[in-house]
T-cell receptor, first 116, second 118 residues
């Protein structure tokens, strides 16, 4: 079974631009979560999508948004890029079964975004 | 609020020795899950092992085992017979369980950089 895939793997943008990152979950997984990883802040939760609906959101400004399609693929968008948005963006998928702690999130390889 | 603490920023271990990576957590929830992930320099987070808060036995997965001490709120990862390929960042994470089926968020610690010496 194929793992979580993320495209593109690397991206260079300039301040003020916008960017869209894509994530394809493991087949059969219905939940997609996004995380930002930076040397200063570590790993921070951005948001989670399930059944095309945002279920949970981290403490990030409205410039960060996302969506999920009917095939569970997800995209996240960052508008008006700032230097501080340079980070590794990780996507994770899980089955999202009933309320249980056993659902494991499996991560993709990440998209490394550099903002100049 | 949930919090994960990893107090070892870096560790150096001789190849073939066992190593313990520390993780303590803080939560007011009764039901939660604890995870360990490995992150090589390539960046991908690799799932290693899981422990549920109600699990009575410590989890094991091959060379990985989790030393779960609920009363002390610790979930240390033990790697037996370390290999050069074990060199990576290791993250402890926690997921709370929302009985209303509302939370999938993982809270991560700051990580431990493990270096295996030949």
């Amino acid at each position: 079974k194929a793992g979580v895939t993320q495209t593109p793997r690397y991206l260079i943008k300039t301040r003020g631009q916008q960017v869209t990152l894509s994530c394809s979950p493991i087949s059969g997984h219905r939940s997609v979560s996004w995380y930002q990883q930076t040397p200063g802040q570590g790993l921070q939760f951005l948001f989670e999508y399930f059944s095309e609906t945002q279920r949970n959101k981290g403490n990030f400004p409205g410039r960060f948004s996302g969506r999920q399609f009917s095939n569970s693929r997800s995209e996240m968008n960052v508008s008006t890029l700032e230097l501080g948005d340079s980070a590794l963006y990780l996507c994770a998928s899980s089955l999202r079964t009933a309320a249980t702690s056993t659902d494991t999130q499996y991560f993709g390889p990440g998209t490394r975004l550099t903002v100049l | 609020a949930q919090k994960i603490t990893q107090t070892q920023p870096g560790m150096f271990v001789q190849e073939k020795e066992a190593v313990t990576l520390d993780c303590t957590y803080d939560t007011s929830d009764q039901s939660y899950g604890l995870f360990w992930y490995k992150q090589p320099s390539s960046g991908e987070m690799i799932f290693l092992i899981y422990q549920g808060s109600y699990d009575e036995q410590n989890a094991t997965e091959g060379r990985y085992s989790l030393n779960f001490q609920k009363a002390r709120k610790s979930a240390n990862l033990v790697i037996s017979a370390s290999q050069l390929g074990d060199s990576a960042m290791y993250f402890c994470a926690m997921r709370e369980v929302n009985p209303n089926f509302g939370n999938e968020k993982l809270t991560f610690g700051t990580g431990t950089r493990l270096t295996i010496i030949p």
